[in-house]
């Protein structure tokens, strides 16, 4: 069973369907207990990085994360999800994260933001996310993004400069952009992530 | 690599059906919504725009219904605008699977409609809809409201600059002179839009011939919104962007994944 973290972030609909499409069951959840024991978590997030984490602190989801990810159950954030994982959110202010990835998430030096649309990645690493779809481009929509390497594999994209667009860190997967919008080649990257649940 | 120019299908909705007129009026019925999305979808549009022209509350519930059974097939971005009044109207779009909505009215009546928004969900849900047209304002370019009939006696410019600094986070620039004419976008209008805004610009109105589309980037469009050329099959997504990618823009291709 797959779960997804409902922590007060926006739609959850398309995504519970973008993962349905895997054959596993979907559940959207609050409970704790559920998240902490599902084969695999996605973490949504839409908003502001801030008003993210205030969901997560509200519901007390941070160490349910860290303890899926100390015991080896896979977990996939995205977008915002992507964000809160990291140390630092420097979205008007500064924010702590959840911090399983020391780093900050700062905002894109570009002349048109949000950074909105469907852009390619440049792996880094050996990658599980994006095999078979590393020429493809997926569905951005931010401002913010962290910039530096976390993990075994990466994605890299660029709007402005250069931004981890994606990332792989054991059982912790995390993607900038939108796979759950990402047509085929977002609905495949999906595929690759619960192939090893 | 760079981000892709966007190719946006528009889809006007009333009572379940897609319909386009020229000018919006003199509408013709032009297909059922939601084939018509995962048509476009299939054909590898970018993103797709729902327009709620519908009248009364019962068309707007059926058109909930439209978008809800849409996100339930279609995996890219949709977006959906008409009749949008309140924080409550955007939340229920949302849930039923919009990922963005588009105002325009009911933000010209009441501006701090776009900050209410956008603190609640964030300036990414939220695109700006100008409904514009030549006119003896200060910049050339005035608002107008109900389709193009009435003036709203707003300076566009001034507005899409106001509107910016509420927090929209893109805006849907629809000329109502090139409307439905398919003789080109409003080229001096993109640019003049474009020259005070930082966020993403997509330009309708007007598209007709392939060049019209490479016409409207050089403006400064983002993305490029039509609806009878693709309707009416003058157009397929493939052709436009077949076009735009030999005249050296990046476009999304969609490869055998």
């Known amino acids: 069973?797959?779960?997804?973290?409902?922590?007060?972030?926006?739609?959850?609909?398309?995504?519970?369907?973008?993962?349905?499409?895997?054959?596993?069951?979907?559940?959207?959840?609050?409970?704790?207990?559920?998240?902490?024991?599902?084969?695999?978590?996605?973490?949504?997030?839409?908003?502001?990085?801030?008003?993210?984490?205030?969901?997560?602190?509200?519901?007390?989801?941070?160490?349910?994360?860290?303890?899926?990810?100390?015991a080896g159950k896979p977990t996939i954030g995205i977008c915002i999800g992507m964000q809160i994982l990291f140390s630092d959110g420097l979205e008007h202010g500064n924010h702590k994260g959840i911090g399983i990835w020391q780093g900050e998430v700062s905002q894109l030096d570009a002349p048109i933001l949000p950074h909105m649309g469907w852009n390619t990645v440049e792996i880094t690493g050996p990658t599980q996310l994006f095999k078979g779809i590393e020429k493809e481009s997926f569905y951005f929509v931010h401002s913010y993004a962290a910039k530096k390497s976390v993990g075994t594999s990466q994605a890299w994209t660029t709007h402005g400069e250069k931004f981890l667009s994606a990332a792989e860190d054991g059982p912790l997967c995390a993607t900038q952009f939108h796979p759950e919008k990402s047509g085929r080649a977002g609905l495949t990257l999906i595929a690759n992530w619960s192939d090893r649940l | 690599m760079t981000l892709s120019v966007r190719i946006i299908a528009c889809l006007d909705v009333t009572d379940g059906r897609v319909v386009k007129g020229v000018n919006f009026t003199d509408l013709v019925d032009a297909g059922d919504p939601v084939e018509m999305a995962s048509l476009y979808g299939s054909e590898g549009v970018d993103e797709l725009t729902f327009l709620d022209i519908s009248a009364s509350s019962a068309g707007r519930d059926t058109t909930l219904d439209v978008v809800r059974r849409t996100a339930e097939q279609v995996f890219i971005p949709l977006t959906v605008g008409g009749g949008i009044r309140s924080v409550e109207d955007v939340n229920q779009l949302l849930?039923?699977?919009?990922?963005?909505?588009?105002?325009?009215?009911?933000?010209?009546?009441?501006?701090?409609?776009?900050?209410?928004?956008?603190?609640?969900?964030?300036?990414?849900?939220?695109?700006?809809?100008?409904?514009?047209?030549?006119?003896?304002?200060?910049?050339?370019?005035?608002?107008?409201?109900?389709?193009?009939?009435?003036?709203?006696?707003?300076?566009?410019?001034?507005?899409?600059?106001?509107?910016?600094?509420?927090?929209?986070?893109?805006?849907?620039?629809?000329?109502?002179?090139?409307?439905?004419?398919?003789?080109?976008?409003?080229?001096?209008?993109?640019?003049?839009?474009?020259?005070?805004?930082?966020?993403?610009?997509?330009?309708?109105?007007?598209?007709?011939?392939?060049?019209?589309?490479a016409a409207a980037l050089d403006a400064g469009a983002d993305a490029l919104l039509a609806a009878s050329v693709f309707h009416f099959g003058i157009h397929r997504i493939g052709d436009v962007k077949s076009y735009l990618s030999a005249a050296g823009y990046s476009i999304r291709t969609l490869n055998n994944s």
């Open chain 2, 95 to 213: 849930r039923a699977g919009a990922d963005k909505v588009s105002i325009n009215t009911a933000a010209l009546k009441r501006p701090e409609l776009i900050s209410e928004i956008v603190d609640r969900f964030g300036s990414q849900v939220l695109v700006l809809s100008v409904d514009a047209r030549r006119a003896r304002t200060e910049s050339g370019f005035e608002v107008t409201t109900h389709g193009g009939r009435e003036s709203s006696g707003v300076d566009a410019i001034e507005w899409v600059e106001k509107a910016c600094a509420l927090g929209v986070g893109e805006i849907l620039l629809n000329s109502m002179d090139a409307d439905g004419t398919r003789a080109g976008y409003d080229i001096g209008m993109i640019s003049a839009v474009r020259s005070v805004s930082k966020v993403p610009l997509i330009a309708s109105g007007g598209a007709g011939a392939l060049s019209d589309f």
């Open chain 1, 1 to 70: 069973m797959i779960a997804i973290l409902d922590y007060g972030s926006g739609n959850l609909r398309s995504a519970q369907r973008a993962f349905a499409t895997t054959g596993h069951e979907v559940e959207i959840t609050s409970d704790l207990d559920v998240a902490l024991k599902a084969d695999g978590l996605v973490v949504p997030g839409v908003g502001a990085f801030a008003a993210c984490m205030d969901g997560i602190n509200k519901i007390s989801a941070a160490e349910v994360i860290r303890e899926r990810t100390r």
